[in-house]
C-alpha cells in the first residue's frame, strides 16, 4: 500500500474550493503568444523601476519588516490618510485572505456578484462561510439585487468597481446609495484593483468613501496600473479597528523588501506611469470601437480589459484566438474576458476577431 494512501484530513471547508492544477504549457501557436488572460500591463516596469529593483536586491540576505512600514507611511502621505487606516499585503489577494480571517466564520454569508473575480468564492469558501452569488444585469452589478441579498446572517459584501471580469463600473452615486443600504455591522470591501484606468469623472473614490464609513475597506494595487504584479503588494484603507484586524492576521514580512522598494519608487515616478495607464485606455478604447465595428458585442470598460458577452459561443471564441497566438479568459457561457495589450496584439486581435466569433461551438 502507498505511503500515502491517507493522511491527516484538512477542513472540509476546502472541499467546495478547486484544487490548483498547473496548467501544461500551452503549445506556441503560429509564433508569438500573447497573455492577455490575467489583466496584466502590457509595459516592462520603467527603466527607473528596474534600477530600484536591482539596488534594493543587494538587501537580499536581511528580512523585510513584519509590516511595509515605508511604504504604509508613502502611501499615507499620498492619500493624506492616517498611517493606522493603511492595509498591506502580498498582492490584495493577500488581503483578502487577511480579510476572511479576521472577520468570517463558518456560517457567515458573503454577498458578492457573479461573474465578479474569481477569488471571492475561494475566500468565503476558505472561512468556511457561505457564498451569495447575485447575476450581473446587462454585464453591470445590480444593485438592488445585491443588498436585497443581505440578511442577517451576512457578514460581508464584496463589490469589485470596476468589475473583473466584465470591465463595467456603476458610478460613485450609484455606490455611496447602495452603501447607505447596507447595515452598519456589515463589512464592505470595495476592491479598485482597476480603479487607475477608470477615468470618470463619477468614478467611485473608495479612500474617501472610507473616511466616513467605518464598515468600509478599499483594496487597491500595485499590480495592474503599475506593472508589476510579480512583486505582490496591494494595499488598502480602512477605519483604524478594521485595519488593526487585517493586520493580526497578515503573514509576517508578507511584503518582500525588494517589493516594498519596488512600490515605494513607483509612487515617485507617476507621470510616466500615468501616461502608460493613458496609453492602455487609449488602446482599449480604440480596440472595443473597432470591434463593435466588427459587429461583436463589448461591454463598456473602464479597466485595462475588455469583455465580450458571446454566451454560448465563449469557448469557441476563445480557443480560435488561441490558436493565433491570443490567449485570453473564457468565462463558458457567459464571455471571454480580453487584456488590453501593445499594439501588436491588439492589431492581431482585430484582424481574428470576426472569425474567431462565427466558429461554431461544437457542444
Ligand atoms: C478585481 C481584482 N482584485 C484583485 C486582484 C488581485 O490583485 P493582486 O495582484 O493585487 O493580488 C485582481 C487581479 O486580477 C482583480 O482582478
Redesign the pocket.
Given at each position: 500500500m502507498s505511503r500515502f494512501a491517507s493522511s491527516p484530513a484538512p477542513r472540509t471547508a476546502l472541499d467546495g474550493i478547486p484544487a490548483y492544477v498547473p496548467k501544461p504549457p500551452r503549445p506556441p501557436a503560429r509564433g508569438t503568444s500573447y497573455r492577455l488572460f490575467?489583466?496584466e500591463n502590457p509595459f516592462p516596469p520603467l527603466p527607473s523601476v528596474r534600477e530600484a529593483i536591482s539596488r534594493a536586491s543587494d538587501g537580499s540576505n536581511h528580512y523585510p519588516e513584519i509590516f511595509p512600514t515605508r511604504l504604509a507611511g508613502a502611501l499615507a502621505d499620498k492619500y493624506d490618510v492616517p498611517l493606522d487606516h493603511v492595509v498591506t499585503g502580498p498582492?490584495?489577494?493577500?488581503i483578502y485572505q487577511q480579510i476572511g480571517q479576521a472577520f468570517l466564520a463558518p456560517g457567515d454569508e458573503v454577498v458578492y456578484a457573479w461573474p465578479s473575480?474569481e477569488?471571492y468564492p475561494i475566500v468565503t469558501r476558505m472561512a468556511g462561510a457561505r457564498p451569495v452569488e447575485v447575476r450581473l444585469r446587462d454585464h453591470t452589478h445590480d444593485l438592488d439585487a445585491l443588498a436585497a441579498a443581505v440578511t442577517p446572517r451576512t457578514r460581508a459584501v464584496l463589490l469589485?468597481e470596476p468589475n473583473?471580469p466584465t470591465g463595467t463600473a456603476v458610478g460613485r452615486a450609484a455606490v455611496e446609495a447602495f452603501l447607505d443600504d447596507i447595515p452598519d455591522d456589515v463589512l464592505v470591501v470595495l476592491?479598485e484593483?482597476?480603479v487607475e484606468f477608470s477615468g470618470t469623472a463619477d468614478a467611485v473614490d473608495g479612500v474617501a468613501l472610507h473616511r466616513e464609513r467605518p464598515n468600509l475597506i478599499t483594496?487597491r494595487?500595485f499590480?495592474k496600473a503599475y506593472g508589476l504584479?510579480a512583486w505582490?503588494v496591494?494595499y488598502g484603507f480602512a477605519s483604524p479597528a478594521v485595519a488593526e484586524a487585517l493586520r493580526k492576521c497578515a503573514v509576517p514580512c508578507g511584503v518582500g523588501r525588494i517589493a516594498e522598494e519596488a512600490a515605494l519608487f513607483s509612487l515617485t515616478v507617476e507621470d510616466e506611469l500615468r501616461a502608460r495607464v493613458e496609453e492602455i485606455t487609449k488602446e482599449r478604447d480604440r480596440l472595443r470601437d473597432a470591434l463593435v465595428g466588427q459587429g461583436l458585442p463589448v461591454a463598456q470598460s473602464r479597466t485595462n480589459f475588455l469583455w465580450l458577452p458571446l454566451g454560448a459561443g465563449a469557448d469557441a471564441f476563445a480557443r480560435e484566438l488561441e490558436t493565433h497566438g491570443l490567449l485570453t479568459r473564457s468565462f463558458p457561457g457567459d464571455g471571454v474576458r480580453v487584456t488590453v495589450g501593445g499594439r501588436e496584439a491588439n492589431d492581431l486581435l482585430l484582424s481574428v476577431a470576426p472569425a474567431a466569433a462565427r466558429v461554431p461551438d461544437p457542444s
Open positions: 490575467l489583466n498582492g490584495s489577494v493577500g473575480f477569488a469589485c473583473n476592491d484593483a482597476y483594496l494595487t499590480s504584479a505582490r496591494g
